[in-house]
């Protein structure tokens, strides 16, 4: 816009060249970023991944010049529109903050000042920044909440952020770092840790304004699927290194340093399966930053190491056009994995271990739970057959946890019952005897608080195994989770998260279960972490038969792992069936939502997301007598799915879903609504983690 | 403005060090060690007066009541002219004897309170804080006179006050990590494998609160001193002839005005003390804080 032409459209609008920096740990200096060279043009969106620890969050700090204590920028360049940010004056730091380059950040809620109208806090920036009176702040405000696709932005300034969904609160923060009209944008994982549908909700509307103005975006992200859809440029970066740059395309496709390769062979793509394509998991774990190793920072981690890599770094080379690699060996970089072929065609594959449908191991009938007035669960029916893997997808607050924790017996159900083999399991795990104790066991999706940080991972495993009679001694069962040994005499607390989940998981295996129910068990984990941990529990899932109930809200991980799906909408399962049908056309109504709002690699760059993006849930939605989707649905039929509870229709003779269409019916308008944006499950594309 | 939009969080580092623990932070507290050197000097006065006293605290010298303060009599002399730096090195014993273990049983009996009511929540923990509600609500004075004189003053019966005043409190400030920890997968895992209450309790969620207990032992600890010494100066505590500082304080009143230093140095050795135990138990709850 405006600041932008100055500069003239040819020349980048921010500038980093050769930037340093470090932080200071008990006395030393670490360097955390090395060289970085980073361009952004005007109306360009550049994207920023890597690892936690990489350096994203510190070169976006570093931008805003807001480092923490102890952070010193040490050598080098930043340059908005040709003025360098070292040499700014306090005066002049003002201005670049906010008003120059505006940051939004992973956690809207945390943005927002909790006491404060939306309307003051929106106001403030243009009273702050523009001098303006209240009264014409507000009235600025509200125009820009009308660009952020607010209906009623008058309504909208006069609430407290508690009021507004979580999705609202990231386009108003969006909206107060855009009402300067930054030269610069930062974006921090801006969708991150949002619901599916709400993210695609946050895309759309970020879609619509890089569209309409012409600045500098810096999208930060371990989201590759994302970056992919949002950004023409990306940068890898790697123990503070840029490690590749280039198009988006060229280095997502053909990636020509192994560590872009090796991010993009451990996040499970959405379509491939645990049966014909296994997750990579990257070796190791990076380099504390003290502690760099000689040569090439990756070579430790590097399948293709070479006796080169291990003595001197290499330098960042052309390897297309605009595209550089920190790699000796670029050429030798193997393609992602979705590229090579596949073993087997995803529909008609064939099931290493098939089930046969037998009496089942646990059976749940009409279990129900609310909390007050809040239905948490409604008459749940389901079967988990012996050595099958159950996936449980659904938004947050659609009850799936809740579901878990009942089968557990840590929360007691209202209604309802839990057969175990067809004996019934008490609603409170502290009746349950230790035959059924230790039946059903669960990893937990915090790795933090699922083990006692006082206790060492050797007296967890000693502990479970005591209590439910497992005949595995901790060594063993360190061994099944492959966890050295010598770490077992660390206390949970000293471990790393992925050490900590793979003791949790072995806590889950001390007394030979039935059933794991696996809630959330790789969310909050980095990528290549995930990857391992998904491994593990597909291995130990084949190896000792068990079954999994594994909760989920990424679509590509539980459709990595399970062999039947089950989709929860507000306290109801509205579709259950084969992955790979529950996934495939005719979907139901909420499924084709969740699966349209994945971002994915093989999609159109500006594909509008209007079509992709429900509208959003409100309070009155759950009392309806009618289908629960049907408020948000889009092929919601007057008069009956608003009135009339579904049926369950049978789409295949093991696929149902709960809706008033009937197969032929959905046939035909997903068709009409897909055409205009294609979703084909079976493409190739990465959910948000 | 949009600074406080930009003022979120972000992982700065990665955690690739382990952070440095509570007592490297108190290491390098200046006025952690002034707490520690002066709590240190009362407890060594109280074990070692007999080698420090220059005079028997309790030998009368009828021939020099209230001497003011001379290189003869550090702190001058009281009405019955004993040396009253002698009494007051003295009167660290009592001071130390009583508060410590008031203090250990309040933070038994309260933390196992604070443990029920904080596991078990729902109608235990409605009925523990309401009695507390109501224990809290007779000032200190009342409740001492009350079980003072039903039980008579004694050692023991003022460990028994204090300890039925600040089970409470003590109870009330474990409750809150405790309900934080119950809320954590690792005691939904406990409950899975079929842990009592008891010992999810003590085994599991204890070892993650002691640092709040630590904190708590060392605030009471200064107030039990105060609770003591105070049932003293009432005449509730401490009796003749004892150093106590309390009741050397109660004693010098009548004579305040002729000798001051009778009374000062009691109250002035009292207030040493409590400082510096609130100096380090400040210093370890910003410790644990940061």
């Known amino acids: 816009m405006s600041a932008v032409t100055s500069t003239g459209a040819s020349g980048p609008v921010l500038r980093i060249r050769d930037l340093e920096v470090s932080y200071s740990r008990r006395g030393r200096r670490q360097t955390a970023l090395h060289r970085v060279n980073l361009d952004i043009r005007a109306g360009e969106c550049h994207g920023l991944v890597g690892e936690s620890g990489s350096g994203k969050s510190t070169l976006s700090l570093a931008i805003m010049r807001h480092l923490s204590s102890g952070g010193q920028v040490d050598s080098g360049a930043v340059e908005l529109a040709g003025d360098d940010l070292l040499k700014m004056d306090s005066a002049a730091l003002r201005d670049w903050r906010g008003r120059r380059v505006a940051m939004v950040y992973q956690d809207p809620a945390k943005a927002l000042n909790p006491s404060m109208r939306i309307g003051e806090q929106m106001g403030e920036i243009y009273r702050y920044h523009f001098g303006t009176g209240r009264q014409e702040a507000l009235t600025r405000a509200e125009a820009m909440l009308r660009r952020v696709a607010f209906d009623n932005p008058a309504d909208i300034l006069s609430r407290f952020p508690h009021q507004l969904s979580g999705g609202q609160q990231q386009r108003i923060v969006i909206a107060m770092a855009l009402a300067a009209d930054p030269e610069l944008l930062i974006l921090d994982e801006p969708t991150t840790g949002l619901d599916a549908t709400v993210e695609a909700e946050v895309l759309a509307l970020l879609e619509t304004l890089r569209a309409e103005a012409s600045r500098a975006i810096l999208f930060i992200s371990h989201n590759l699927g994302l970056i992919g859809r949002m950004c023409e440029r990306v940068t890898v970066l790697y123990s503070g290194r840029v490690v590749e740059q280039g198009p988006t395309g060229d280095v997502l496709q053909r990636p020509k340093h192994p560590y872009a390769a090796a991010l993009l062979g451990c996040v499970p793509h959405f379509g491939i399966e ?349 009392m309806g007598a009618g289908c629960r989707f049907s408020p948000r649905c889009p092929h919601s039929i007057k008069g009956k799915c608003d009135l009339v509870p579904p049926p369950w229709q049978a789409l295949s003779d093991r696929h149902q879903v709960r809706c008033h269409l009937t197969r032929d019916e959905l046939i035909e308008r997903q068709q009409v609504a897909f055409e205009a944006t294609p979703v084909v499950p079976m493409e190739v594309g990465i959910q948000p983690m | 403005m949009s600074a406080e939009v930009a003022s979120g969080t972000g992982t700065v580092l990665p955690d690739t060090a382990p952070q440095p623990g509570v007592l490297a932070g108190l290491a390098i507290s200046p006025s952690f060690w002034v707490g520690v050197a002066i709590t240190g000097f009362w407890i060594a006065a109280a074990i070692l007066w007999p080698l420090l006293a220059p005079y028997d605290p309790f030998k009368l010298d009828v021939l020099s009541p209230l001497a003011p303060p001379s290189l003869k009599h550090f702190f001058g002399t009281d009405e019955l002219g004993r040396d009253v730096f002698s009494r007051v090195l003295a009167g660290a014993t009592p001071a130390m004897s009583i508060a410590p273990v008031a203090t250990l049983l309040s933070i038994a009996t309260g933390t196992t309170m604070g443990l029920l009511a904080g596991y078990y929540r729902g109608w235990t923990d409605a009925l523990l804080m309401r009695v507390f509600d109501a224990v809290l609500s007779f000032p200190l004075v009342i409740t001492a006179i009350l079980v003072l004189t039903t039980l008579g003053p004694s050692r023991v019966n003022v460990v028994l006050v204090i300890v039925i005043l600040f089970t409470p409190i003590v109870a009330r400030t474990i409750r809150v990590p405790v309900m934080a920890e119950r809320d954590l997968e690792y005691v939904a895992a406990a409950r899975l494998r079929g842990e009592s209450a008891w010992y999810i309790m003590f085994a599991e969620i204890l070892p993650n609160v002691t640092a709040v207990i630590a904190v708590e032992a060392a605030v009471r600890l200064g107030y039990a001193t105060f609770a003591a010494t105070t049932l003293s100066f009432l005449g509730l505590g401490a009796q003749r002839p004892s150093p106590d500082w309390g009741l050397s304080i109660a004693l010098a009143r009548t004579h305040i005005q002729v000798a001051p230093w009778t009374a000062l140095f009691p109250a002035a050795a009292l207030a040493t003390f409590i400082v510096g135990v609130s100096l380090a138990a400040d210093a370890i709850r910003r410790g644990i804080e940061e």
Request: net charge positive.
């Open chain 1, 274 to 622: 645990k049966d014909t394509h296994p997750l990579v998991p990257i070796p190791g774990s990076p380099p504390a930053l003290g502690a760099l190793p000689v040569g090439c920072v990756f070579a430790p981690r590097c399948a293709n190491r070479q006796p080169r890599c291990m003595e001197s770094e290499p330098e960042l080379a052309t390897v297309g056009v605009g595209h550089v690699s920190r790699c000796y060996y670029p050429d030798a970089v193997a393609p992602p994995m979705w590229d090579q072929p596949l073993a087997a065609s995803v529909s008609e594959k064939t099931r290493s271990h098939p089930i046969e449908p037998r009496s089942p191991l646990l059976a749940v009938r009409g279990l129900s739970k609310a909390y007050g007035k809040q239905i948490a669960c409604d008459s749940i029916d389901l079967d988990i057959q012996p050595g099958e893997v159950l996936g449980l997808v659904g938004e947050s607050g659609s009850g799936k946890s809740t579901l878990a924790r009942m089968i557990a017996g840590l929360s007691s159900a209202d209604s309802g019952d839990v057969l175990l083999k067809g004996a019934p399991l008490d609603r409170d795990v502290a009746r349950r005897g230790r035959a059924q104790l230790r039946a059903v066991q669960m990893v937990f999706q915090s790795p933090d608080s699922s083990l006692n940080r006082r206790h060492t991972a050797r007296f967890i495993l000693r502990r479970a195994v005591s209590a439910l009679g497992g005949a595995r001694s901790a060594e063993q069962l360190a061994a099944l989770v492959r966890v050295p040994p010598e770490l077992l005499y660390s206390r949970a607390g000293r471990l790393s998260g992925g050490q900590k989940q793979r003791i949790a998981t072995a806590r889950a295996f001390a007394g030979d279960p039935e059933l794991v129910i696996c809630d959330e068990p790789v969310s909050s984990l980095d990528v290549s972490v995930q990857a391992a941990v998904l491994n593990l529990l597909v291995e130990l899932q084949e190896r000792e038969k068990v079954s999994y109930l594994f909760i989920s809200h990424d679509l590509a991980v539980v459709r990595y792992l399970a062999d039947r799906i089950a989709v929860m909408y507000l306290g109801q399962i509205v579709d259950i069936g084969p992955a790979d049908e529950v996934f495939s056309a005719p979907y139901h109504p909420y499924t084709a939502a969740l699966l349209a709002a994945i971002p994915k690699l093989g999609g159109p760059k500006f594909r509008s997301g209007s079509a992709t993006v429900l509208p959003r849930r409100s309070d009155g939605d759950r």
